[in-house]
């Protein structure tokens, strides 16, 4: 059982659909072992852990120490006094180290789901979109990466800077719950990487050809709403400069989305013998334009000459033979 987890013992061409069946289940016990060895690292130094998902707090009660110090407004008295984080339950506790844990595997998983995710479609795809496979699964590591630094240093620390305010000018005192806290931080991250897959999604869709590029550019009105709303709803707090920020580079994702899938799905066309643009199949061929001239064209008429214009003769009428002695006929 161990070797087999390890290496596979056949090629993925050569084997049978309950082989298959059986080798989708070990990739996934190889992810679910990685999270778990994740996780539990996580558990063994829980002392560093917290300490690292406890910067964003740092950096909004400390601006000048962020990287992006630039970024981010003034903390209020409240939030620049405030003291450690606080526990009011046992399970409070346990949720705390269960959401860094669950951070720290899903960060170490991902990649290795990837892998065995690329493997696992491998064999159905041709020579050509092999090569392509690994870029591709290294573009979606990146974007997961970017997503979830840019919630890290930026996002999360604002939104706590934002609640504070809105606190204080309520005149509350906020008493910052610790399990509240790791699952934003954590939450987060994670939303905003997930997010950060959107234009993957659509060069798939237009890969698979099941949208058109065109079809995608034309409806940028309505994919800009989207990211808006998008964006409110992983946001905590939809103020304007994030909202501005996101909603700008995830709709100049989605322009560089489309202008690599309007690239592929050429490359595959053309590879096929097709046309290289999908909207020429809407076109009709030349073969049938010139069936269609001729089909349109009349054929020439006989000419009409007077003699079958007029009208014919009509036969005289029969009368009947005269009486025995009737000389009229004889006129």
């Not at 059982?1 to 016990?29: A, C, G, Q, V, Y």
């Not at 092999?130 to 990146?142: D, E, M, N, Q, Y």
């Not at 592929?264 to 909207?279: M, S």
Request: charged share 20%; proline share 8%; aromatic share 10%.
């Amino acid at each position: 059982m161990l070797s087999t987890l390890i290496r596979r013992n056949k090629p993925r061409s050569e084997m049978s659909f309950m082989e298959h069946l059986d080798d989708l289940r070990i990739s996934l016990i190889r992810v679910v072992t990685v999270f778990a060895i994740g996780m539990v690292t996580a558990l063994i130094f829980y002392r560093e852990t917290p300490a690292l998902l406890n910067m964003p707090l740092e950096w909004a009660k400390h601006p000048e120490t962020s990287p992006l110090s630039f970024a981010f407004g003034q903390p209020g008295e409240g939030l620049v006094n405030m003291g450690e984080l606080k526990e009011f339950t046992f399970m409070g506790v346990w949720k705390v180290l269960m959401y860094a844990g669950f951070g720290v595997g899903v960060a170490l998983a991902s990649p290795v789901f990837l892998y065995e995710t690329a493997r696992f479609v491998g064999p159905a795809l041709t020579d050509r979109e092999k090569s392509g496979l690994v870029p591709f699964c290294g573009a979606a590591l990146i974007l997961f990466l970017m997503g979830a630094a840019l919630a890290f240093y930026w996002l999360s620390p604002m939104s706590i800077q934002i609640w504070q305010h809105f606190a204080e000018g309520m005149k509350m005192e906020v008493t910052w719950q610790a399990s509240d806290y790791y699952a934003f931080v954590v939450m987060m991250c994670l939303l905003t990487g997930l997010t950060f897959q959107f234009p993957l999604a659509l060069i798939v869709l237009m890969w698979l050809e099941l949208v058109r590029p065109m079809t995608l550019l034309k409806s940028w009105r309505g994919m800009l709403v989207g990211i808006m709303l998008l964006v409110a709803l992983i946001t905590p707090i939809a103020e304007p400069i994030s909202l501005l920020v996101m909603t700008g580079v995830l709709f100049s994702f989605y322009l560089a989305a489309v202008a690599v899938g309007t690239v592929i799905v050429r490359r595959k066309r053309v590879a096929r013998g097709d046309k290289p643009n999908p909207e020429d199949d809407d076109l009709p061929d030349d073969d049938e334009d010139d069936k269609n001239d001729d089909d349109s064209r009349t054929k020439p008429r006989k000419p009409v000459t007077p003699s079958d214009s007029s009208p014919a003769p009509a036969k005289p009428k029969s009368t009947p033979p005269p009486a025995e002695g009737d000389l009229s006929s004889l006129d």
